[in-house]
């Protein structure tokens, strides 16, 4: 699970205290998919990096007791200097896992023959992203943490075999996505929640969320 015990953040913008949390309390159970409604600009890649644990609260206690994913699309573990080869035996060996396998997984998912040898910093934006995802499916977790949904390359073949593998491991696991549209959520989870002023106020079900987060949008 992972639980949010009175957990404050805010940032200074320079003119103002932009509140992201205000002594916010939730947990997310294993098997309870959840998707969070935010408009843009509300902290919603903040707090996906606070329960990642990439980002520290200002007050308040983070507490996690599963195997968390990092961020889909999260490239900080990625050395660019280095080669997807060397990037893949690497991040296995921080979660101790067989590096032979990471790589051939990786390999096989990414796809981009020869270019797996070169350094990361040499790819072009869509090699970067399939990489990124293959590592995140490579590693398998029990809560899978997506910003504004899958993102999608340009290769089709990459996304069709991207796509399986995913719903694969999500078939044994827990999701939590947050988005600024409600039709992303949909794809993923049994119940939502909103996110406001600094606040996340839950429901059981998508639909609940979606009427208090389109009567804040028509104020």
Request: net charge neutral; glycine share 8%.
């Amino acid at each position: 699970m992972i639980a949010f015990e009175n957990v404050s953040k805010s940032f200074w913008t320079g003119q103002t205290r932009k509140v992201i949390l205000d002594r916010a309390s939730f947990t997310v159970e294993i098997g309870n998919s959840m998707g969070i409604l935010a408009k843009n600009g509300t902290g919603k890649t903040t707090l996906i990096n606070m329960m990642a644990g990439l980002e520290k609260p200002d007050e308040g206690k983070i507490t996690r007791t599963s195997r968390i994913s990092f961020p889909l699309g999260f490239m900080g573990g990625v050395i660019s200097k280095h080669t997807a080869t060397e990037n893949a035996r690497y991040i296995a060996r921080l979660y101790g896992l067989d590096p032979d396998y990471i790589e051939s997984f990786c390999r096989w998912l990414t796809d981009i023959d020869e270019y797996f040898d070169m350094p990361v910093g040499t790819y072009s934006s869509g090699m970067r992203a399939r990489f990124s995802f293959s590592l995140m499916l490579a590693l398998e977790f029990d809560i899978y943490l997506i910003d504004e949904g899958m993102p999608q390359t340009s290769d089709v073949t990459f996304n069709k075999r991207a796509g399986e593998v995913l719903r694969q491991r999500l078939a044994n696991a827990t999701v939590i996505v947050v988005s600024h549209q409600a039709s992303t959520l949909e794809k993923f989870c049994n119940s939502a929640a909103v996110l406001k002023n600094g606040q996340l106020y839950m429901f059981e079900t998508l639909e609940e969320a979606k009427q208090l987060y389109d009567y804040e949008a028509r104020r």
